[in-house]
């Protein structure tokens, strides 16, 4: 049986920013001790199921034709929701729009969802590089700086651990929830954070990954886009220990469906060391968010199936035709000009592969103008687009997973960790 929580997370500080007095928070050195994280009844029960989902997952990965597939549409829908969770109200279409015309009505909300895209792709390539950075506080710079680079924040000090103390929940310091470590704690405690990600820990990696995100978090070493750069990490880190090879999961999606309960329990780490109860709603997140992508990436195999039938039997199908479907997933918004790079032809041969998927009902011109139009592979937008509705003050009443996964858990081992959470709160 788990022991009840009875562990201390780490120590406090007294510190005074703008002539408040605060207690900023100094967390204890990862792995859990005192005592130390056992993954053992409930635990184990949501971490076999996690790992299964994401074995599951990496299947559905490797079995289409091409993982650019499901990495374009997942990697920005990612992006898309872990920004919202920050406040940006850019939603999907909007950065799809961007793409394909270089227009937007937000250009600033935009361009930080597609700072984040960008941010991924440099920190995976530099893992990939033989002498390229390590998964290590220079690369976290490095990926911080290309995140805020040029938006809100930027004036911040991208890419530079702070230097001064920061506060969470509030406008001025006196009614702040959450006070990180004094500045002066920084660079030892992410020198600390990173030896244990490159050290041996008896814990399974996924457990690690989830401990790790609550300690970046909890350091908050910068003066902005800590949130981003923390589930960041997780993907960085699920690649890293070898759980999945690409960035496959969005788990910000689960983060945001059941942000106050996110929230709680990074708090209740601090406030309780209730290590157990952070791990099982992250490993629940996980099951959840890989089950989820699992089913979108069945869906969109299907619709991909469906409609390159519908257009190689069509009566106006051509090679480009089906060659343009092809470059859909990729390409969900497309112009004139677009295809005509796409498919390295004449603008008359685009316009026929065009009005073909047109009028296969695959493509959707969605501005109405004569001029400048854009196309929509709709069907698949609608897939990809599921939960990336910008955050409104309630909490959405569906998403029933989440609650199966607990309530199933709860019945068959609740009273190893005591009752774990089904509900939610309003914000």
């Known amino acids: 049986m788990i022991p009840t929580m009875a562990r201390i997370t780490g120590t406090y500080k007294t510190t005074v920013v703008e002539a408040e007095k605060v207690r900023a928070f100094i967390p204890s050195s990862l792995p859990p001790q005192k005592p130390s994280l056992r993954i053992e009844g409930n635990l184990d029960k949501l971490h076999t199921n996690a790992v299964a989902a994401l074995a599951r997952l990496e299947v559905a990965g490797a079995l289409v034709p091409s993982e650019e597939w499901f990495l374009y549409g997942f990697v920005r ?9 920050e406040g940006t109200q850019a939603t999907l279409q909007d950065v799809l729009t961007y793409e394909a015309t270089r227009q937007s009505d937000m250009p600033a909300e935009v361009e930080e969802v597609c700072n984040y895209v960008e941010a991924l792709a440099f920190a995976r390539s530099e893992l990939a590089r033989p002498k390229g950075l390590p998964l290590c506080t220079r690369l976290l710079c490095k990926i911080h700086e290309h995140l805020m680079r040029g938006v809100r924040g930027a004036d911040k000090q991208p890419g530079t651990i702070r230097r001064s103390q920061n506060w969470i929940g509030a406008s001025r310091p006196g009614t702040a929830h959450f006070f990180p470590p004094p500045s002066e704690a920084v660079p030892e405690l992410l020198a600390a954070m990173e ?18 995100h609550v300690q970046f978090e909890t ?8 949130g981003r750069i923390g589930r960041l990490l997780i993907t960085l880190l699920l690649e890293h220990w070898g759980l999945l090879t690409s960035p496959l999961l969005y788990l910000s999606l689960a983060f945001k469906r059941h942000r106050q309960e996110y929230y709680r329990r990074l708090s209740e780490v601090r406030t309780a060391g209730d290590w157990e109860g952070w791990t099982a709603f992250f490993l629940s997140c996980v099951q959840e968010s890989a089950d989820n992508a699992v089913d979108t990436a069945r869906r969109i195999f299907t619709l991909m199936g469906k409609d390159r039938q519908t257009v190689a039997h069509h009566i106006s199908a051509t090679v480009c035709a089906i060659r343009l479907l092809d470059q859909l997933v990729e390409h969900p918004l497309v112009t004139m000009p677009m295809a005509m790079k796409l498919l390295k032809t004449t603008k008359p041969t685009a316009s026929k592969a065009i009005d073909t998927l047109c009028q296969a009902g695959v493509l959707h011109e969605i501005t109405g103008k004569r001029r400048d139009r854009i196309y929509a592979y709709q069907a698949y937008l609608k897939m990809l687009a599921e939960d990336t509705e910008v955050i409104q003050n309630v ?3 569906h998403h029933k997973r989440f609650t199966e996964i607990l309530r199933a858990t709860n019945q068959k081992y609740g009273h190893a960790l005591g009752r774990l959470p089904t509900g939610r709160k309003t914000d």
């Open 77 to 85: 829908k990612e992006a898309v929701i872990s920004s919202q969770i």
């Open 195 to 212: 030896r244990w990600i490159h050290g041996k820990d008896s814990l399974p990696p996924l457990v690690r990954a989830g401990l790790v």
């Open 395 to 397: 909490l959405p009443p």
């Open 219 to 226: 350091i908050h070493p910068f003066l902005d886009g800590n």
